[in-house]
């Protein structure tokens, strides 16, 4: 199937399912400025940022991993250079997997209304080529054969969507669709049980105008999951279940509809670990600016962003295990600044990324 290429070391050994297992999500900024880049980048061996990315994944050793915000390709070729990186350097990824995101899906159509088409703002998500800053797996787990990819749901299809139709011109609402990047319900097998991973990359809720075009999309990206988990967007997901992925959406700071995100946390079949750091509640406190008027934990912060005219520090990256998960332990890997004993050290998780990886602890349920 396209998209899915389990790797030629497979074989390797697994962790034991049935003891503990480490699910984390990761916005490695791994998009370059046009296709083939990355794989480049990858394969000279000297991109210091990639050096980062690798530092960061191997210090946090998830045995699943959602990347976000990295190039996609047809033969997953920049996906296997960098699974190759990562097993030289000892973490063991038997399994890959990524689909056709729908950043840089041109849609002949005028979205942002600049009075051109073909431009990165007329793709049903931004980008500047096909696959730009999309989504991957990588695994030590088996991945399932099947999956069901929900990118290509139309935005006005989702039940009380709040899309502005008034402000896009006629035709738009037949083709746009409610993924930026993607969601996608993908299966990892441990062992006999079988774990679904509701994955996902949303818009930034910014860079738009009165509309709130990219807020509202963002508002209803996180939606979808809402309605998918009641069975309103055909069968609902069994559990368990992890949703994970960049939300682009914080439940309390930040310019992003929080609504959407504050009752996807409350949901009774779903558990909020709440990965926290030192490092962030640090970073804040040192950094000022817009995070002095925050209302949220900065502990649970997993993006380091612009604080003087910009949003300050947010958290919008999530894994949120379904309730019959039993959660050992959770984090963000984001040291304090004058730990010289941190793996890595702070310097290099900043070189990775603005995002910081999140993972948690899970076993399965007995029975």
């Known amino acids: 199937m396209a998209g899915f290429i389990p790797a030629a070391n497979a074989q390797q050994a697994q962790p034991d399912p049935t003891r503990t297992f480490r699910v984390a999500t990761f916005n490695a900024d791994l998009a370059r400025r046009g296709p083939g880049v990355l794989l480049r980048d990858i394969l000279r061996g000297k991109d210091a940022q990639i050096d980062a990315v690798v530092a960061v994944i191997g210090a946090a050793d998830p045995d699943i991993l959602l990347l976000t915000g990295i190039d996609y390709d047809l033969s997953l070729a920049a996906l296997g250079a960098l699974r190759d990186r990562l097993n030289a350097s000892g973490q063991g990824y038997g399994h890959i997997m990524a689909l056709r995101p729908n950043t840089g899906m041109q849609t002949g159509l005028d979205l942002d209304r600049d009075g051109r088409i073909g431009g990165p703002g007329d793709a049903q998500g ?76 949303a818009s930034p809720p910014v860079f738009d105008g009165p509309e709130d075009r990219n807020g509202r999309r963002n508002h209803d990206e996180t939606q979808l999951w809402q309605l998918y988990l009641d069975g309103k967007l055909g069968p609902p997901p069994q559990a368990p279940f992890v949703i994970l992925g960049d939300a682009n959406l914080d439940p309390v700071d930040g310019d992003g509809r929080g609504k959407a995100m504050r009752a996807l946390l409350a949901r009774p079949d779903v558990q909020d670990p709440r990965p926290s750091s030192p490092g962030g509640a640090e970073a804040a406190a040192l950094q000022g600016g817009a995070n002095r008027g925050q209302g949220g934990d900065p502990a649970l912060d997993t993006a380091d962003w612009k604080d003087e005219g910009g949003p300050g520090n947010l958290r919008v990256d999530y894994v949120l295990p379904s309730s019959d998960l039993v959660v050992l332990g959770a984090g963000v890997l984001w040291p304090l600044a004058g730990d010289s004993a941190a793996k890595p050290p702070v310097p290099v998780v900043a070189a990775a990324s603005r995002h910081r990886l999140v993972w948690v602890d899970l076993a399965l349920p007995e029975g």
Do not use: C, Q
């Not at 931004?126 to 929900?150: K, N, T, V």
């Not at 037949?174 to 049980?193: E, M, Q, S, Y």
């Open 126 to 201: 931004y980008g500047r080529f096909s696959g730009e800053g999309g989504m991957a797996i990588l695994s030590r787990f088996p991945i399932a054969p099947d999956h069901r990819d929900l990118s290509g749901t139309l935005w006005k299809d989702l039940p009380g969507n709040i899309m502005p139709k008034a402000f896009y011109p006629g035709g738009v609402a037949d083709v746009l669709r409610l993924p930026t990047t993607g969601h996608w319900d993908i299966g990892i097998d441990l062992g006999a049980r079988r774990l679904r991973l509701l994955s996902y990359y």
